[in-house]
């Protein structure tokens, strides 16, 4: 068997949406994003999202959604890409809600509808991805789906680019929001989400919406601005900031949130092999390590591979409560640690937990923080637990 991989807390995934959803509970739908494999913690979890709270899930692709419904049939789920044309009776099978991001797509779909299917409509106030962007293209696809009897038109969202914290760009994007569909009746459309993790932190809830996307925040990961006041050159900034949101006349910003949140992704590893080299001698490859001393190394079976990223003499790992850090080139499938005499290779190795986050890995090997859960979750053997007991192994 491997010796490493990942473990996900089901109660912890559960007891985060619960803690979300009591902190802000003036929204009606809930959408659980759970699109690459859950942010790496797979799609086994949905229903602890769904225990927790959830009533909505969202995905990126039809072949996600598709992994979704292998475990949950019922809950609502939303394809943010637009599913191909030829895949219509897949989506209209298994309950998948699908995006009408411009009219071209939108004209082939009702040449092509013999089915009843649920649809959302995606504008586009400033990122510049997927959505309408022109208002009389919005206003024909608008007639064009209220004229059509196998479409219902079930929600309207977009994805902000921007927090804005200190800047223009959030009040401007929901903004656009509004005179994109200034004459089309939003409160005959069931869900209006624009809010995803960070906005949902920085930002009051905008009146006229009634869904929110969690993503990041639902996993465990506080989404927050930090601002600290420690320091001339902080409370100096801090005064810049508060001058220029009264000036720009900003939207009410939260720093600093606090929330009852805690990651469930942690992963773990064992060592093969314990042995001493000679002072002079080289580690791994590329000659990236000489020992200045005699000392004993660990190698464990990780690397590059496992999604912990790549790093010469960058990583550290937790072993028996105490930090140890690698040297030499980080491999594809292994890593060597250096360690003292009361390391032994029975001793079980952290590679992600409380006290090595994320984002400190992130951090040592220049990756982004989402980027390692999704590498770490892709690649290695998923452990799930509730109640304190293994329930899964995938």
Known sequence: MDKTYVEINLDTLKNN????????????Y????????????????VNSLVEGGINYLAVSYLQEAINVRKYNKETPLLCF?????????????????????????????????????????????????????????????????????????????????????HDQNYDNQVK??????????????PIVHITSSSNLVAHEKISWTNGVRLGSIMYGYNPTIVISNHGIF?????????????????????????????PAFSMYTNILQIKDVKKDENVGYGLSYKANENI???????GYNNGIGYGINSHYVIINNKKYYSVGQTSMN?????????????????????????????????KLTIEILLMAGKCNKKRYIKDNKIVEEL
């Open 17 to 28: 949406v619960k803690s979300i959803i009591k902190k802000y509970n003036d929204y009606k």
């Open 30 to 45: 809930y959408f659980g994003v759970v699109k690459s494999n859950a942010y790496g913690h797979g799609e086994y979890i």
């Open 81 to 165: 890409v637009p599913i191909d044309i030829e895949d219509l009776e897949i989506a209209i099978k298994n309950n998948i809600t699908i995006t009408i991001a411009n009219y071209e797509y939108l004209n082939e779909l009702c040449k092509k509808l013999n089915n009843n299917i649920k649809v959302h409509i995606k504008l586009d106030c400033g990122m510049n991805r997927l959505g309408f962007k022109d208002k009389e293209e919005l206003e024909k696809a608008y007639e064009l789906i209220s004229n059509n009897k196998y479409i219902q038109l079930e929600g309207i969202y977009t994805h902000l680019s921007s927090v804005g914290i």
């Open 176 to 189: 656009k929001f509004k005179e994109l569909t200034e004459n089309i009746n939003i409160e005959n459309i």
């Open 234 to 262: 902080n409370k100096l900034r801090n005064i810049r900031n508060k001058y220029m949101q009264k000036k720009l006349n900003l939207s009410k910003i939260f720093t600093n949130v606090s929330l009852d949140i805690k």
């Open 296 to 302: 004993r190394i660990a190698i464990i079976p990780v």
């Open 334 to 366: 292994m890593m060597a640690i250096k360690i003292d005499e009361t390391v032994n290779i029975k001793d079980k190795v952290y590679l992600i937990n409380e006290k090595i986050t994320p984002k400190m890995l992130a951090n040592m090997t220049n």
